[in-house]
């Protein structure tokens, strides 16, 4: 038998693939988009610890679960699998890339990045995608929205530092077209490839964890979607590329294995014996890589005999897009004149709900080296709160013998107390640490100077936080003032101290550029010198975006399959 043909084949679900799948179906083009993760409508993200501890990606464990984690010499960073990639796990934040952070360095002359696109030509693509996720902001403005602690303590810290709060744009519906927002409510939409309805966001802080209730616009409910439902897109998950090579005549050859969770979750198996999961074959007049910052240099590195002519700059200009996690604890207020802890309560709302800009040198500001970033507040789930009680129940251990001791002596001499309300609440202590600690997230404009190689098969990277050690410190000192203001501690990532970082926005490795001797793909993400074969995914970043990437991942592969479809005219 032939192997099955496709007009395009997409590798990968993300902010990436998911556009080009969805704008290519459309225009009538036979897609395939190959997932190697599995599908996840709500209700099947896992919560309890037994569920957790499978929810990892490594098939030859018999892992089959939604965290695929890397590490390396100085970074760690988790990334997604699953049908959504990584709009499953995110933050839900669409932030535009500044206007004059589209910087054009001298590459020649010791730059470091140069975008040969600009803010005016994403614009466009940036409203379609904003259109398409449904974009909203915080209600911020009614209630109970504005009881959010989180979001009131970051807006306190930026006024009382003079510092430009905002509540950015997110992929979260709180209300339906035209309504007010309430948590909970049906959400009025066309069918979905879960066949399942939704509900308005219940300010749980699982964003990060998969949302259950599918209040996050997860790139499920709308680009695939539609691609599937409306267009016809042939969409397969539990599908894993491991190689793809030209067709004589033109096109590409794809190999994949497919995968078996329901059978082999739990046993380690190995996934390379082809007696075991044969390689399934298909042909493509276009292939598409959007398999992530990882995914895609990696698959391009194991397979790069097959395109001796691809750039020397494959694997380079890594960035962390200047990612740090903090924290802040036991922050406290003033309450008439008398301090008194301030209330945070970081598990109420979704993960990020506000956001502080700083300016960078390219806005015109007096500091040549400034680097421009965000910072953002940070939730998390409720059940997290009841960790860190254990934690703190610790700390108050005398006080709950205290309690104990009265109690036992009571009913030893059989005295009636028909009330024990008070010493049920003290047994908790004053949850300061659960209740007064604030994550917060920096990302901004590090140095893209980090190189991924292969050394054997396992992905390599060359890259430390001390290429941006300037931009680093200075995140850092923002952080604290921030603390200061809120009147608590603060706290770095423990990592910190190994000289390592955590990035869940890694971009790079594929980079545009305006000739081979800049970058791997050209500005409408054509691999040079390869016909046809295409990369729309943070690996075609060519610096940091600066802020929360995922809107502009999505612009571009909308840009880019716009002269995918032109050129399908022209022949």
């Keep these: 038998m032939s192997n099955p043909h496709f007009d395009a084949v997409i590798v990968g679900s993300g902010f990436g693939g998911s556009v080009m799948a969805y704008r290519l179906a459309q225009e009538g083009l036979n897609v395939c988009l190959l997932e190697r993760g599995k599908a996840y409508p709500p209700t099947s993200f896992p919560r309890s610890p037994l569920a957790m501890k499978n929810n990892f990606w490594n098939p030859s464990d018999g892992l089959y679960g939604l965290y695929n984690v890397w590490s390396f010499e100085s970074i760690n960073s988790i990334v997604s699998s699953g049908l959504g990639g990584g709009s499953l796990i995110y933050a839900n934040v669409m932030i535009r890339k500044d206007e004059k952070w589209f910087v054009q360095e001298d590459l020649q002359k010791g730059g470091y990045e140069y975008w040969p696109v600009t803010r005016d030509e994403l614009d466009p693509h940036y409203t379609k995608v904003e259109t398409m996720l449904n974009v909203q902001k915080y209600p911020f403005n009614v209630s109970p929205y504005n009881k959010t602690s989180k979001t009131i303590a970051l807006q306190h810290a ?148 097959a395109f001796p002519g691809i750039s020397k700059l494959l694997g380079t200009r890594f960035s962390s897009n200047g990612d740090l996690v903090n924290f802040v604890f036991h922050c406290s207020d003033t309450v008439e004149d008398m301090p008194a802890p301030r209330i ?126 300037d931009y680093f410190n200075t995140l850092r000192q923002q952080m604290e003032k921030i603390a200061d203001a809120l009147g608590g501690k603060f706290q770095d990532d423990p990592l910190w101290y190994l000289s390592r970082v955590v990035t869940a926005h890694p971009l790079g490795g594929c980079p545009m550029g305006r000739n081979i001797a800049e970058g791997v793909v050209n500005e409408w993400g054509q691999v040079f010198h390869y016909e046809d074969l295409y990369i729309a995914d943070g690996s075609v970043m060519p610096g940091p975006v600066g802020t929360n990437p995922s809107l502009t991942i999505a612009a571009l592969a909308d840009r880019f399959a716009d002269g995918i479809l032109q050129k399908a005219k022209e022949k």
């Design 344 to 469: 945070i309560d970081s598990s109420r709302g979704p993960v990020i709900t506000s956001a502080i800009r700083f300016a960078d040198h390219q806005d015109g500001g007096n500091d040549p080296n400034a680097r421009g970033f965000y910072i953002e507040d940070a939730g998390y789930p409720e059940f997290v709160n009841w960790i860190l009680q254990v934690f703190e129940l610790q700390n108050e251990a005398s006080q709950v013998v205290q309690i104990a001791k009265h109690l036992f002596k009571n009913w030893l001499h059989k005295t009636s107390e028909t009330d024990l309300s008070k010493y049920a609440s003290q047994m908790f202590g004053d949850c300061g640490l659960s209740s007064n600690l604030l994550p917060i997230l920096g990302m901004g404009r590090d140095t893209p100077d980090g190189t991924m190689t292969l050394n054997g098969k396992t992905l390599m990277l060359d890259w430390t936080k001390n290429g941006s050690s």
């Design 158 to 305: 930026a006024k009382k530092l003079d510092m430009d709060w905002s509540l950015p744009n997110l992929a979260v519906t709180f209300s339906n077209t035209g309504q007010e927002p309430i948590p909970g409510e049906p959400i009025l939409e066309e069918p979905n490839i879960h066949g399942r309805t939704r509900s308005t966001c219940r300010l749980c802080g699982e964003c990060d964890f998969g949302c259950n209730y599918g209040s996050k616009n997860s790139l499920d409910y709308n680009y695939l979607s539609q691609a599937k439902l409306k267009y016809g897109a042939d969409i397969r998950t539990c599908c894993e590329v491991r190689s793809f090579e030209p067709k004589q005549g033109g096109g590409y050859t794809i190999h994949y294995v497919l995968h078996d969770p329901e059978k082999n979750t739990g046993r380690p198996l190995d996934t390379h014996n082809h007696d075991i999961l044969p390689l399934q074959t298909i042909t493509a007049d276009r292939l598409i890589l959007s398999a992530g910052t990882f995914g895609t240099p990696y698959l391009l590195l194991k397979n790069r005999a």
